[in-house]
């Protein structure tokens, strides 16, 4: 079976066990956004607190985080942790998206996925996940987001070399499947599922894994 076959294979027996996920939550693109960058690091659970907190305020707004102070923000965003980084990260792309434009999610957007990418780069504390999370889940375009469950599956079951890039494994994905950001949104949902559940940091629980039928090489 070719490589491309299995990618597609995997994400069947994965489906089929766990069912849609309905990632990314967000009641907005801007939410989606915030918490791309807020999720580094963390739990969904303590995002969603902070999250909760700018929306109780009626700030999840890109004029309204541009009033607020960096300490202010991360006052805010305490339970995301490392919270004054990602204040100074958010407040980067509000920056971002005021000077190139004019503080319009629509504008940034309509921009050439690629292009949008490497500008996203350019923010400082933006890498290359969060960065693909803002595209992928804020803007609904078809980039496939790596992370590290998702490295850890590919590699234990021979996929892709110990050593291999991000970029490596994000082409080795959008070469293998059809370019639908939905896809891309609930593969990546679905390896997130499999790596907690069953494929480990430490100790894989391969016995009842979905992926247990495929050559793996633990």
Same mark, same amino acid.
């Given at each position: 079976?070719?490589?491309?076959?299995?990618?597609?294979?995997?994400?069947?027996?994965?489906?089929?066990?766990?069912?849609?996920?309905?990632?990314?939550?967000?009641?907005? =693109? @801007?939410?989606?956004?915030? %918490?791309?960058?807020?999720?580094?690091?963390?739990?969904? $659970? *303590?995002?969603? #607190?902070? !999250?909760?907190?700018?929306?109780?305020?009626?700030?999840?707004?890109?004029?309204?985080?541009?009033?607020?102070?960096?300490?202010?923000?991360? =006052? @805010?965003?305490?339970?995301? %942790?490392?919270?004054?980084?990602?204040?100074?990260?958010? $407040? *980067?792309?509000? #920056?971002? !998206?005021?000077?190139?434009?004019?503080?319009?999610?629509?504008?940034?957007?309509?921009?050439?996925?690629?292009?949008?990418?490497?500008?996203?780069?350019?923010?400082?504390?933006? %890498?290359?996940?969060?960065?693909?999370?803002?595209?992928?889940?804020?803007?609904? #375009?078809? !980039?496939?987001?790596?992370?590290?469950?998702?490295?850890?599956?590919?590699?234990?079951?021979?996929?892709?070399?110990?050593?291999?890039?991000?970029?490596?494994?994000?082409?080795?994905?959008?070469?293998?499947?059809?370019?639908?950001?939905?896809?891309?949104?609930?593969?990546?949902?679905?390896?997130?599922?499999?790596?907690?559940?069953?494929?480990?940091?430490?100790?894989?629980?391969?016995?009842?894994?979905?992926?247990?039928?495929?050559?793996?090489?633990?």
């Amino acid at each position: 079976m070719t490589t491309s076959k299995r990618i597609n294979k995997l994400y069947r027996l994965l489906y089929k066990k766990y069912g849609p996920q309905g990632w990314w939550p967000g009641d907005s =693109q @801007l939410e989606c956004i915030l %918490g791309a960058i807020l999720a580094q690091n963390t739990s969904w $659970k *303590n995002v969603e #607190k902070a !999250i909760n907190n700018l929306r109780k305020l009626n700030l999840i707004s890109i004029d309204k985080l541009k009033l607020l102070t960096t300490d202010e923000l991360a =006052q @805010l965003i305490r339970s995301s %942790g490392y919270f004054n980084q990602k204040a100074l990260k958010i $407040k *980067n792309f509000v #920056k971002f !998206i005021t000077e190139n434009y004019n503080g319009s999610l629509e504008n940034m957007f309509e921009e050439d996925m690629y292009v949008l990418r490497d500008k996203l780069l350019s923010i400082k504390g933006v %890498g290359p996940e969060t960065a693909d999370c803002i595209i992928l889940y804020g803007g609904n #375009k078809p !980039i496939f987001v790596i992370d590290t469950y998702t490295y850890r599956v590919l590699s234990r079951h021979g996929l892709v070399p110990e050593q291999t890039s991000y970029n490596e494994m994000q082409e080795l994905f959008m070469d293998s499947l059809n370019l639908d950001p939905g896809i891309f949104n609930e593969y990546h949902a679905l390896l997130v599922k499999v790596g907690k559940e069953h494929c480990k940091k430490r100790i894989p629980l391969c016995t009842g894994c979905p992926l247990e039928g495929d050559p793996h090489t633990i």
